[in-house]
């Protein structure tokens, strides 16, 4: 018989689901220490309000573009994304996305550079519509920084597993405010498989592009960072082994 879906229950479902979404509806079953972007990687701690927003500003602001080839049904959103920083800190203030033909593109680009206008760079990937966009308003908006995308989207991905994990990468805890979020860990939870992927190349883009533009002291505290999580992952893992091999003991003697 045909199979009855009810539209607007999954829809419902997606959104209470959140990142485990392709997970129970497209039984693509996904184990939490595969991921590239564990949900962890979201929670609480790693979420800002506006009170905890610096009293005396950013360091710096930076527009991130990724732009699909076509605006085509199968083809990917465009996600703009404005992350700002404060020392080693990185905050995801924006992300706009959809499926934009070029002119939309331009005009949506253009919007967001009036609303944040302390953003002195704006990277563009130099591929498909993001070549045209950087032709198109070279003359009129400064600032326009082409991107080479190296390394595979995985390897560009991994790259920035440490700024997230440790928590130096921060996004919006008001989703009224911000309701792309659902969205955006719903596409960071399910990379590489996911059916999308915009959302996490221009987030990645900018963290990469920080990285290697960022001053010695912030990587330092950064790998100081990562080194406390790694210590107190392995003390985890120590206290675990002791009950571990007591349990292995006891099933060897039975």
């Known amino acids: 018989c045909a199979e009855y879906r009810d539209e607007a229950a999954l ?3 997606a959104k209470d689901l959140d990142g485990e979404r392709e997970a129970q509806l497209e039984q693509n079953p996904r184990d939490e220490s595969t991921r590239i972007f564990p949900i962890s990687f979201f929670d609480p ?3 800002w309000t506006e009170k905890e927003l610096p009293d005396d500003g950013f360091d710096d602001t930076i527009i991130s573009v990724d732009a699909t080839f076509k605006d085509k049904p199968d083809s ?3 996600a703009i994304a404005v992350i700002s920083t404060k ?3 990185r905050y995801l203030r ?3 996305y959809g499926k934009l033909g070029f002119t939309a593109l331009v005009e949506t680009f253009k919007r967001v550079c009036e609303e944040f206008p302390e953003a002195t760079t704006k990277l563009i990937e130099d591929k498909a519509n993001g070549t045209a966009l950087i032709d198109t308003l070279k003359k009129q908006i400064p600032g326009l920084v082409p991107i080479d995308p190296q390394g595979s989207k995985v390897s560009r991905a991994h790259a920035c597993t440490i700024e997230i994990q440790t928590g130096f990468f921060l996004t919006p805890a008001d989703e009224d405010e911000h309701p792309y979020m ?3 860990r719903d596409q960071f939870t399910n990379f590489p498989l996911g059916r999308h992927d915009d959302a996490v190349d221009a ?3 900018c963290l990469n592009w920080l990285r290697m533009n960022g001053s010695d002291v912030v990587q330092q505290l950064i790998a100081a960072k990562a080194e406390e999580e790694k210590a107190r992952y392995d003390a985890s893992q120590n206290a675990k082994a002791p009950r571990v091999n007591a349990l292995a003991d006891m099933l060897k003697r039975g």
């Open 76 to 78: 990917d959103d465009v």
């Open 94 to 96: 924006k992300l706009v």
């Open 11 to 13: 829809a419902k479902l």
């Open 45 to 47: 701690d790693k979420r």
């Open 182 to 184: 659902p969205f955006l």
């Open 203 to 205: 987030v990645t883009q």
């Open 87 to 89: 020392g080693p800190y």
